[in-house]
């Protein structure tokens, strides 16, 4: 006698795929935004962090030099000596060129400043001055 095998197919049928298409659609359409806001948080913290940083750093080069880098030298003073200092005892920052700002653009750096000693800020991911969230401006004096 022969013997007959017996096979069921197993799987998912269309429509079920496409509930949970469906369902993985409309739950990246609530988590996607919430994450992209956290996502602009975080790179304002970011810049934050980097000016203070930064500030520290013209404080250990003013410690150094009595007086902190001219607008004219900027920050590049902290990786190279610029002309006029005589007791530069960098580079100041471990790497050899300045960090750029979370949207990549160069810290704006005054000296001295409008607000103190120095001003240093960023304009934001605008790059204009003002805005909101993302956009807004991030400064060392406040």
Do not use: C
Request: charge should be negative; proline fraction near 5%; glycine fraction near 10%.
């Amino acid at each position: 006698m022969k013997q007959i095998k017996n096979y069921s197919q197993t799987g998912f049928t269309l429509l079920e795929l496409l509930v949970v298409l469906g369902i993985i659609a409309m739950l990246a359409g609530i988590v996607g935004p919430q994450v992209m806001k956290h996502m602009g948080e975080s790179k304002t913290k970011a810049a934050r962090v980097q000016i203070e940083d930064l500030a520290a750093t013209l404080d250990m080069y003013k410690l150094d030099l009595g007086t902190y880098p001219t607008t004219e030298e900027g920050l590049k003073a902290l990786i190279e000596s610029p002309d006029s200092a005589k007791r530069w005892n960098g580079p100041y920052l471990r790497k050899s060129k300045i960090p750029l700002d979370p949207w990549q653009q160069e810290y704006r750096y005054v000296s001295p400043g409008e607000h103190g000693k120095f001003d240093l800020f960023t304009l934001g991911a605008d790059t204009k001055e003002g805005g909101e969230g993302e956009d807004q401006d991030i400064v060392s004096w406040q």
